[in-house]
C-alpha cells in the first residue's frame, strides 16, 4: 500500500476507533471465510493500544491472508511469496520505533518461506506474526499444504497426502521464539485477547490463528468451533491454572515422567490436584513442547491460549546498541570518504 492510501493526520490528536483502520477497498474474500473474522477483530482490537495509525504498518506474503493490508488504513506493504518477514526484518533494522505486523498463512510462512520465518524467531524481531492456519492453499485452489493433515484429498493429492505436515507451534518452538499463541477464527473474543496478548509482548509473536477455508476445506477446524464438541475437544491455557477441560469439567492432563496422559477426574483416581499447571514463562521449553505435540495425539484436546511467554533481547536494540558503539569508537562514517580512499580497504581492529 502506497503512502497516499494513509490520511495525513495525526492519529493521536483524537480517540481512534474499528472505522479509523477500515479502508475504501472492497473486502475480497470468499463469502464466510474466516478471514473476514480475523479483520474485524484486529481493527477493533488496534485502537486499545494507543499507537498513531502514521506508525503501524502491515506487511504480508503472497496468499488469500495477504490481501490483509489492502483492507487496513495504516501504512503496508504486499511482498512477494514467503518474503514478508525479511521486509519486516529491514524495516524494525531501520525504523525500529514503528509498531510491524505480519500477515502470513501456512503455505507462505511454512513453505516458501520456512527458512526466514525460522530466522526471524531465533532473532527476535520485535514483530506481531498473525499465522492464518487453514491447512490447505487456498489462493491456488486447493493443492496440500506444509500443514494439511496425511490423508489429505485436494487437487494435488487426490489419493490423499502422504506428506507428514508441519507443527506450526513446534517449528516457532524449535527456533527459540519468545511467544507462542494459538486461537480459533469462530472464537472470536478469545482471539481478540490473543491478539491483545501479542502485541503487548516485545519480541516476536507468533500468533497462529486456525481459519475455516470454506470453499477448499470447509470444517477442518468444526469440532474445535462446534458447541457440541467443543468442551470436549479444546483446553484454553490459562497461566497458573490447572489444564483441566470437558463439558463437566471432568477431565486433566497429567504427566507420568514426560509423557502426557488424559485422566478422568470424576471415578475418584485422581482430583484437579493431581493435574498439570500450566507455566507459560516456561524458559526451558520442554512443556510448552509437550503441549504443542497434543495436535499430533489423539484423544488430546488441541490447546488454544499462550503457550510460551518468555524475555528475551529484540534483535533491532540489539542492532541499535551494537551501531552507537561502533559509531562512539571509530567516529561517524563517511561514504564519500570511503570512495576515496583507493582502490582497497582494511578492516579496523575489532579488538
Request: hydrophobic content about 35%; aromatic content about 8%.
Amino acid at each position: 500500500m502506497s503512502a497516499d492510501a494513509v490520511e495525513v493526520t495525526d492519529s493521536r490528536a483524537y480517540p481512534l476507533t474499528r472505522e479509523d483502520f477500515q479502508t475504501d477497498q472492497i473486502v475480497r474474500w470468499c463469502p464466510g471465510c474466516g478471514d473476514y473474522a480475523i479483520l474485524a477483530q484486529v481493527q477493533r482490537t488496534l485502537p486499545d493500544f494507543d499507537v498513531p495509525r502514521e506508525n503501524t504498518v502491515f506487511i504480508s506474503g503472497i496468499g488469500c491472508s495477504s490481501r490483509f493490508p489492502y483492507y487496513m488504513n495504516t501504512y503496508g506493504f504486499h511482498s512477494i511469496h514467503g518474503r514478508a518477514a525479511v521486509i519486516a526484518t529491514g524495516l524494525k533494522a531501520s525504523r525500529p520505533e514503528l509498531d510491524v505486523w505480519i500477515v502470513t498463512g501456512d503455505g507462505d510462512s511454512l513453505s516458501i518461506g520456512a527458512n526466514h520465518f525460522l530466522h526471524m524467531c531465533r532473532r527476535n524481531l520485535n514483530v506481531v506474526v498473525l499465522l492464518f492456519n487453514n491447512q490447505i492453499y487456498g489462493l491456488t485452489k486447493g493443492q496440500y499444504s506444509p500443514t494439511s493433515p496425511q490423508g489429505q484429498r485436494s487437487y494435488s493429492s487426490p489419493g490423499g497426502s502422504i506428506d507428514a505436515p508441519f507443527n506450526p507451534m513446534r517449528v516457532a518452538l524449535g527456533a527459540n521464539a519468545s511467544f507462542v499463541a494459538r486461537a480459533v477464527d469462530r472464537d472470536t473474543k478469545h482471539l481478540s485477547e490473543m491478539i491483545r496478548r501479542s502485541h503487548a509482548h516485545q519480541g516476536t509473536s507468533i500468533l497462529e490463528i486456525y481459519q475455516d477455508c470454506i470453499v477448499y476445506n470447509k470444517g477442518a477446524f468444526h469440532e474445535l468451533t462446534d458447541k457440541s464438541s467443543k468442551a470436549d475437544e479444546v483446553l484454553y491455557l490459562e497461566h497458573g491454572a490447572p489444564m483441566v477441560f470437558g463439558r463437566a469439567k471432568d477431565k486433566g492432563i497429567r504427566l507420568v515422567g514426560l509423557e502426557p496422559r488424559v485422566v478422568s477426574l470424576s471415578d475418584g483416581k485422581y482430583s484437579v490436584a493431581d493435574v498439570l499447571v500450566h507455566d507459560e514463562y516456561d524458559t526451558h521449553g520442554t512443556l510448552c513442547d509437550i503441549l504443542a505435540s497434543f495436535q499430533e495425539r489423539k484423544d488430546f484436546p488441541r490447546p488454544l491460549g499462550v503457550i510460551r511467554n518468555i524475555e528475551r533481547a529484540c534483535y533491532e536494540d540489539m542492532l541499535t546498541h551494537q551501531l552507537a558503539a561502533a559509531s562512539d569508537r571509530l567516529g561517524t562514517p563517511s561514504l564519500q570518504a570511503l570512495f576515496e580512499e583507493g582502490d582497497t580497504w582494511v578492516a579496523p581492529d575489532m579488538e
